[in-house]
């Protein structure tokens, strides 16, 4: 990448004031939509407050695969930078914007998968249990643990994006290629901790999210080792005028 393209992205592309205003009017529809739905369908009162509710424990399982799906998204668009498709369409300012802000997404649906579970009364976790890693003594203390160091360095690369111009354009990609151990993570903890892991479609979702992935960064490796092996010489503007 050129210094030019480093010097566009040395800021943020999404605020975090934006982002904070988006993520309350997200939660806050959330509880509307919790609060005011038992009142239209009389039956999910009991899915979400009766003697056993299983509301909250779905809606942790679905929010791990919007947040799997959408860290998976995010590195996808982070390999696609440098491809000269993106500089095509939708071009390189946008799609580190979608980039970034598919991250931080990302990140709100994984801490609402982890908080939503508080809800549920079957394991009773704590607070301090989804906080610290491999607290959780009653249920696969190793592999939730996983997932929650997980969570914790995705905050650090998210986190990242806001001091870029403090740790340098080296020192930001390093850290993000932090991404590629988070996701791993998330997928061993999705695996090995998810009671949905027995099911066809939830082990083809795993293959081909992980498959495509690696495919993708084998094809970004072999590209920038082309490129280094085989540098492309920039013609001069002499050089340019005396072909025409």
Request: net charge positive; hydrophobic share 50%.
């Amino acid at each position: 990448m050129s210094n030019q393209s480093q010097n566009e992205f040395n800021e943020s592309s999404v605020t975090l004031q934006t982002f904070v205003l988006f993520l309350v009017a997200t939660f806050s529809g959330l509880l509307v939509a919790v609060l005011l739905l038992p009142i239209f369908l009389p039956n999910m009162a009991f899915s979400l407050s009766g003697d056993a509710p299983k509301a909250y424990w779905y809606l942790s399982r679905a929010t791990a695969f919007i947040s799997l799906s959408l860290l998976w998204l995010s590195m996808v668009l982070g390999l696609g930078i440098t491809n000269k498709m993106a500089r095509l369409w939708p071009g390189m300012p946008a799609t580190f914007a979608i980039h970034e802000y598919v991250s931080l997404l990302g990140l709100a649906f994984a801490l609402f998968h982890a908080l939503i579970i508080l809800g549920d009364h079957y394991i009773n976790f704590t607070l301090l249990q989804l906080l610290v890693p491999f607290a959780t003594l009653e249920y696969r203390p190793f592999w939730v643990g996983i997932g929650q160091i997980g969570f914790y360095v995705w905050l650090i690369v998210v986190i990242s994006f806001y001091i870029r111009p403090l740790i340098g354009q080296k020192s930001w990609r390093l850290l993000h290629y932090a991404s590629f151990g988070l996701y791993l993570m998330g997928i061993m903890h999705g695996i090995f901790s998810g009671t949905d892991t027995s099911m066809g479609w939830a082990q083809n979702y795993y293959w081909y999210s992980a498959g495509s992935l690696i495919f993708l960064a084998f094809m970004r490796f072999v590209g920038s080792l082309i490129n280094a092996l085989f540098p492309v010489k920039k013609q001069t503007p002499v050089q340019r005028s005396s072909q025409r």
